[in-house]
C-alpha cells in the first residue's frame, strides 16, 4: 500500500477535489480539513472533511488523505449534519422552575447560569467544604481533562467520578493493571502510530491478533479504529477470537473461543498454563525483562485444562491450539476490550493477558503489544489539575482509602460506587452538588439504574452540560447548559498519536463548547488558575503542557492551536520499539520498564504491598451457575448486556431519523432453540428479568450463543416519548441496568459484572404489563414493590 505521502507525489486521490490545504473553497462551501470527536460520543476521533455555508455544516466527508482512517467513517459520522443541525438540541441556557422531574423550564441567560452555580458553589464552600461538590464525565468524549481541571481547580473538590460506572468498569482495569505490571499500556500495533503506516520499513506485521473482548469493527474502542484490524487481515494476519457470540471477526477467525460470559480470567490461565507448561514462552524476554516468573509459574498449575474446560464452557482442545498458535506467532498482538473489564475479576483477567503478551515476548516489539503515550504526552487525562489540591484535601478522594490503585492509576479519580453510598448514608460525609457533564447516568452508564436515580435526585444542587435534554436532566437538573457539539469547538484530540486538531466550523444558538464553560466557570471561581482569555488560549496551555505525571519520553511540542489547525495532524519525530531497551520508559531515563523492579512485574509487587492478590487468579462472577445454583433454577439464564452496535454511541443518537430507522428497537438476542422452548417468536417483545427488575426488549434470534446465554443492548430511552415523569422518556421501560448490580466489585473496587448476570426472559401479556417499567420506578416505589 502507498503511504500518504507517495499518494500526494504521485496523486491517485484526485487532489484537485480533496486539496492537501487545511481549508478551501468549492463554489459557496467552505471545506474544513480536521476532525470529528465529540459531541456526540465517540472513541476515536476520525478525520474528516467539514463543508459548511455559512455557520451551518451542510454535509461531511472523511479525509482520504488521512492515514488515519484513510476517507472512511461510520454510519453515525456519515449521519453528522443531522445530528448537529437537530432541532431538539438545547439552545440556551434553562433553570428549572417546577418540580423535578416534571420537565418545567425557563430560558436564562448564560451569565444568569453561572450566577445560580457560582452562588451554590460558594454557599456548599462556606457550609459543607469543596469535598461534598462531584464532577462527573461520560466515556472518552472530548472532556477527558477538561472536567477534572474544573473539578480540582474551580470547584477545589477532589471527588471526580465517571458517572457511577459501577467499579470504574470500562478501560480503567486495564490501564490500571497496565500501570502495575509496566507503568505503561499496550495496544495492538496496526502501525497507526506510523505516518507511513504499512510501508514503514520498521514496521512487521503481526502472524496473529488475539481480539479478547471486543468488536472493534463496530465499537472503534479506546482510539482504536477497528478497521486496522481489517487491513492487517488483508495482508494475511490470522486472528483468534474469544466471544460468546460469532461476531464478524470471529467469523474468520482460524479460534473462536466461545467462552462463557465472566470467566475470562479462568480461560487466560489455562492459556498461559499451555504456554508456561509446553514451554512456549520467549526465554530470553522473560529472563532479561520480567519479574515473578517462578511465581507465575506455580500459579497456572491450579489451572488445569480439565478444569478451565468446566468454568469457561470452551473445550480444552480448542484453549491448547489458540495459546499455541499465539505463542509460536511472532510477532503476536492483543486488542483487548470491554469485556475484559466487566467482571468482578476484571483486574486479574487484565493481569493475565499482560503476562501472556510479556511471556510470549511481544510487549513493543513492531507489529506486536505496542506500548503508546498520548501525542507529545499532552493528556493529564482524569489527572489534569490534581496538583492544584492540598494534600489534605487529596486525602478526601471518595474511595482511595479501600484501594490506593484509584489515586495511582494510570487515570486517577475517585470511585462512583463509594460516592453512590456517601450520597446514600452521608459518609463519610453529605453529598451536596453534581455537576454532570457527558454522562446520561442512569439512563446507561451506572447499573442499578432505579437506585442511581433515586440517589441522584436526593443531591440537593444538580447542573447538567449536554447538547440534549436528556432522562438524567428532566429527573435531577436545576440548572442545563446548553454544550456545543464537535463541529462547533476549538479543540485538539490526543489519544495516543497521531495530535489532531479539532475545527470550529459551526454555531448551534447559544451553544458553548466544554472548554469555553470550564473557563467561564472558573473565572468566577478561582481566577487565578483560569488565567486564559478565551478557548484557543487555553488550548495553547494545554497542548504545550506536556504530562506532569511521568518524566522522558515523548518529548512535549511547543505548538499552538492556530498552528495544529492548520497543520491538522501531526506525527512524532521519536517515535521507536523496544522502548524498555532505550530507556524511554523510566522517569530516570534507565532502561527498563517503569515499576519497582524495572522489569514488567508478573508477580506484581505493588500489589502484594498493597495485600491484594499479585498474580492472576479466576474469581465466579457473584451471580451464576455455579455460585448462585438456586437462584438459577428461577432465572436460568446467562446475561450479557451492552454489545456494541453500528448506530448508537451508548444512550446517544436515538433522536437522529436515519439511524434509529436502522435500528428502531433495543434488542435482546438468544439462540432458536431458546426462544422455541419458552414459545417465543423472532421480533417479539418480552421482558427480561431478574431479582433486581425488569425491562421490555425485542428478540432476535443469534444461535451462534449457547442456548443458555442471551445478549441484550443497554443504552435505550424514547426521545419521542413524554419527558415529564412518570414516563421520564420511557428511561426504565427498556433498560437493562434494571438488572444489573452495582457496588459488587473485585477488592481494587475495579471491575464489575456488567456483561454476566443471570435472568429469566417471559412473554409479554396484557397481564403482566398493566404498568410501565418507568411508572414502577418513579412513581410506586421501584420493582421492590412491583413486580
Ligand atoms: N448494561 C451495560 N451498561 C453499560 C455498558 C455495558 O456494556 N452494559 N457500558 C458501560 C460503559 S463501558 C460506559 S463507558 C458507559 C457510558 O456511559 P456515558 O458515557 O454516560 O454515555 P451516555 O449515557 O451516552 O451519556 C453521554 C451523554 O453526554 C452527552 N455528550 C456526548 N458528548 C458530549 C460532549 O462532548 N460534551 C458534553 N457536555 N456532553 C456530551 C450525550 O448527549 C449524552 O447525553 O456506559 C456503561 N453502561
Ligand atoms: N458504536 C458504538 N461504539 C462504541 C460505543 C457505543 O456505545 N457504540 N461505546 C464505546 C465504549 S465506552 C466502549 S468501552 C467500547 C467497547 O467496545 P468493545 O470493547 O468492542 O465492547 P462490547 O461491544 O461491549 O463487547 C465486545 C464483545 O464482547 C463480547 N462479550 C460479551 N460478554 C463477554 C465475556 O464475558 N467475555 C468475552 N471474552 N467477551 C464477551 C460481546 O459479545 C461483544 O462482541 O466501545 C466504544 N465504542
Ligand atoms: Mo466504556
Request: aromatic share 12%; hydrophobic share 35%; net charge negative.
Amino acid at each position: 500500500m502507498k503511504s500518504k505521502r507517495e499518494f500526494l507525489e504521485k496523486p491517485s486521490v484526485n487532489t484537485d477535489v480533496y486539496k492537501q490545504d487545511w481549508r478551501w473553497q468549492e463554489g459557496d462551501l467552505t471545506v474544513t480539513r480536521t476532525m470529528q470527536w465529540t459531541a456526540p460520543g465517540c472513541h476515536n476521533g476520525c478525520s474528516v472533511l467539514h463543508y459548511t455555508k455559512g455557520d451551518e455544516l451542510v454535509k461531511i466527508e472523511g479525509d482520504p488523505l488521512s492515514p488515519y482512517n484513510e476517507g472512511r467513517l461510520c454510519m453515525r459520522c456519515l449521519a453528522m449534519k443531522d445530528t448537529v443541525n437537530h432541532p431538539d438540541r438545547l439552545k440556551w441556557p434553562l433553570k428549572r422552575v417546577g418540580e423535578r422531574g416534571e420537565n418545567k423550564w425557563e430560558r436564562i441567560s448564560w451569565d444568569e447560569a453561572y450566577g445560580i452555580i457560582e452562588e451554590n458553589v460558594r454557599k456548599i464552600w462556606a457550609e459543607d467544604g469543596p469535598e461534598t461538590i462531584v464532577s462527573m464525565q461520560g466515556t472518552g468524549r472530548n472532556i477527558c481533562w477538561q472536567t477534572p481541571y474544573l473539578s480540582y481547580s474551580a470547584f477545589g473538590s477532589p471527588n471526580f467520578v465517571l458517572g457511577f460506572l459501577s467499579g470504574d468498569a470500562c478501560y480503567l482495569p486495564r490501564t490500571t493493571m497496565g500501570h502495575c505490571f509496566m507503568g505503561d499500556f499496550m495496544v495492538a500495533d496496526c502501525s497507526q502510530h506510523l505516518e507511513k503506516r504499512f510501508d514503514d520499513p520498521e514496521y512487521v506485521l503481526p502472524e496473529v491478533i488475539m481480539i479478547y473482548g471486543n468488536n472493534p469493527v463496530i465499537s472503534n474502542g479506546d482510539g482504536f479504529f477497528g478497521h486496522w484490524i481489517i487491513d492487517c487481515m488483508k495482508r494475511g494476519t490470522k486472528l483468534i477470537v474469544v466471544d460468546p457470540s460469532l461476531t464478524w471477526l470471529a467469523s474468520r477467525a482460524e479460534v473462536w473461543l466461545k467462552v462463557r460470559p465472566g470467566t475470562d480470567a479462568a480461560l487466560v490461565l489455562g492459556m498461559l498454563n499451555v504456554i508456561i507448561n509446553e514451554k512456549l514462552y520467549d526465554k530470553e524476554f522473560v529472563e532479561k525483562w520480567t519479574y515473578g516468573f517462578d511465581e507465575l509459574e506455580k500459579r497456572v498449575q491450579e489451572y488445569p485444562l480439565e478444569k478451565v474446560e468446566k468454568i469457561t464452557w470452551v473445550p480444552k482442545d480448542k484453549i491448547v491450539e489458540a495459546a499455541r498458535l499465539f505463542a509460536k506467532a511472532k510477532p503476536g498482538a492483543i486488542q483487548w476490550g470491554l469485556a475484559v473489564d466487566q467482571s468482578v475479576a476484571g483486574i486479574p483477567t487484565a493481569h493475565g493477558l499482560l503476562c501472556m503478551a510479556a511471556l510470549c515476548g511481544d510487549i513493543d516489539v513492531p507489529g506486536g503489544c505496542m506500548i503508546p503515550r498520548c501525542a507529545y504526552d499532552i493528556s493529564d487525562s482524569y489527572g489534569c489539575g490534581l496538583w492544584n489540591l492540598s494534600e489534605e484535601m487529596l486525602g478526601k478522594m471518595l474511595g482511595v482509602d479501600t484501594s490506593p490503585l484509584h489515586a495511582l492509576g494510570f487515570d486517577p479519580t475517585a470511585n462512583g460506587d463509594t460516592v453512590l453510598q456517601a450520597i446514600e448514608t452521608g459518609k463519610p460525609y453529605p453529598i451536596k452538588m453534581l455537576f454532570i457533564q457527558s454522562t446520561n447516568t442512569f439512563a446507561n452508564m451506572s447499573a442499578d439504574s432505579a437506585r442511581v436515580y433515586n440517589a441522584m435526585k436526593s443531591v440537593p444542587f444538580n447542573v447538567v452540560v449536554d447538547p440534549f435534554m436528556t432522562p438524567t436532566a428532566v429527573a435531577c437538573a436545576d440548572v442545563v447548559l446548553p454544550a456545543a457539539m464537535s463541529a462547533e469547538r476549538n479543540s485538539a484530540r490526543v489519544w495516543w498519536w497521531p495530535l489532531r486538531s479539532i475545527v470550529k466550523v459551526s454555531q448551534y444558538y447559544e451553544a458553548k463548547s466544554d472548554e469555553t464553560i470550564i473557563l467561564e466557570i472558573g473565572k468566577r471561581l478561582n481566577p487565578d488558575l483560569f488565567p486564559w482569555e478565551d478557548d484557543i488560549e487555553m488550548m495553547d496551555w494545554w497542548l504545550q503542557s506536556g504530562n506532569r505525571f511521568h518524566a522522558g519520553w515523548p518529548k512535549k511540542t511547543d505548538m499552538t492551536f492556530n498552528e495544529l489547525k492548520e497543520k491538522v495532524m501531526s506525527w512524532p519525530e521519536d517515535w521507536g520499539y523496544k522502548k524498555y531497551e532505550k530507556g524511554w520508559l523510566r522517569d530516570d531515563g534507565k532502561p527498563g520498564f517503569n515499576t519497582n523492579t524495572g522489569k514488567a512485574e508478573l508477580f506484581m509487587t505493588l500489589f502484594d504491598a498493597w495485600g491484594f492478590d499479585p498474580l492472576p487468579y479466576y474469581e465466579e462472577p457473584p451471580e451464576s451457575p455455579v455460585s448462585t445454583p438456586e437462584l438459577f433454577k428461577e432465572y436460568p439464564l446467562i446475561l450479557t448486556t451492552g454489545q456494541r452496535t453500528w448506530e448508537y454511541f451508548h444512550s446517544e443518537q436515538r433522536q437522529v431519523p436515519v439511524l434509529r430507522e436502522s435500528h428502531p428497537d433495543p434488542l435482546v438476542e438468544l439462540h432458536a432453540d431458546t426462544a422455541a422452548s419458552l414459545g417465543i417468536a423472532e421480533g417479539e417483545w418480552v421482558y427480561v428479568e431478574n431479582m433486581r427488575g425488569k425491562c421490555k426488549l425485542k428478540v432476535k434470534f443469534n444461535s451462534t450463543l449457547d442456548p443458555k446465554v442471551v445478549r441484550a443492548e443497554h443504552g435505550w430511552w424514547f426521545p419521542e416519548r413524554e419527558a415529564a415523569e412518570p414516563s421520564l422518556f420511557g428511561v426504565f421501560d427498556s433498560n437493562i441496568n434494571n438488572l444489573t448490580q452495582q457496588g459488587v466489585t473485585g477488592p481494587t473496587l475495579y471491575g464489575a459484572p456488567y456483561k454476566n448476570q443471570i435472568c429469566k426472559i417471559y412473554k409479554i401479556t396484557p397481564e403482566n404489563d398493566k404498568v410501565s417499567p418507568s411508572e414502577i420506578v418513579t412513581r410506586l416505589g421501584g420493582f421492590k414493590n412491583v413486580k
